[in-house]
């Protein structure tokens, strides 16, 4: 089955520091991946959506400049979280789109913990 | 636009009880429908999804089934098991949301055994 794989599955930073987390499609080509955010006990919020080979769709109120995104492949995707703060700290989740299916179902990664100190 | 709602939590059942979780959507045209679970500490995970009007989906003994006419996809278990203790996602994709997956506000189930 599809898989969607996250690197890395946790991580710890000082404040003022960037983190990059990668989000790969191992069996499958993704010509769109998103990227979710999930604080404790909420649902997930959709952060922005990413196309190969073109600039990232944000959804309102996430800052670009602060979450970037980089889609340089059919199968990785990656979200540097620039300048962390400690209000950056969530569970990161990314999920992938197999063009090859018709109802557009999308496959989750295991998500990424940031904690910011 | 296009929504999810679902029943609030956190829903405490006891072992071998019967579960439903109410969901309903709103969405123009016809969304494929979805359930995702989600354990402690991890992430999503597909539980069972209908493309279509009348489809039921069904995995592990969860099942739901999409109804068109009251707009809704409510997941039903006959017997719980503690380990089904986890988060419950209803979710919708739809073409007219650009293929964003909308998610549910979530319900934390609790079997105690």
């Known amino acids: 089955g599809a898989v969607v794989s996250q690197h890395p599955s946790w991580v710890i930073c000082k404040s003022g520091t960037s983190v990059k987390i990668e989000c790969r499609s191992l069996d499958f080509q993704a010509t769109t991946m998103f990227w979710y955010r999930q604080f404790p006990k909420q649902s997930l919020m959709l952060m922005a959506t990413?196309?190969?080979?073109?600039?990232?769709?944000?959804e309102q109120g996430v800052e670009k400049d602060k979450f970037l995104i980089n889609h340089a492949s059919l199968t990785l995707s990656t979200l540097t979280v620039t300048s962390a703060h400690p209000e950056d700290s969530s569970f990161y989740i990314c999920?992938?789109?197999?063009?090859?299916?018709?109802?557009?179902?999308?496959?989750f990664g295991p998500g990424t913990r940031l904690t910011v100190l | 636009g296009n929504s999810v709602t679902q029943m609030e939590g956190p829903v405490t059942l006891s072992e071998e009880a019967f579960l439903t979780i109410n969901c309903t959507y709103t969405a123009t045209g016809y969304p494929s429908l979805f359930w995702y679970v989600q354990y402690p500490g991890e992430g999503l995970q597909l539980l069972l999804k209908a493309t279509k009007a009348d489809d039921k989906g069904s995995n592990k003994g969860f099942e739901a089934t999409y109804r068109k006419e009251t707009t809704s996809f409510h997941l039903e278990k006959g017997s719980v098991q503690v380990s089904d203790s986890a988060v419950y996602f209803c979710?919708?994709?739809?073409?007219?949301?650009?293929?964003?997956?909308?998610f549910g506000a979530g319900t934390r189930l609790f079997v105690k055994a």
């Open positions: 999920s992938a789109r197999d063009k090859t299916i018709l109802y557009n179902e999308q496959f």
């Open positions: 979710a919708l994709i739809a073409f007219t949301g650009g293929f964003k997956t909308i």
């Open positions: 990413s196309n190969e080979g073109s600039k990232a769709t944000y």
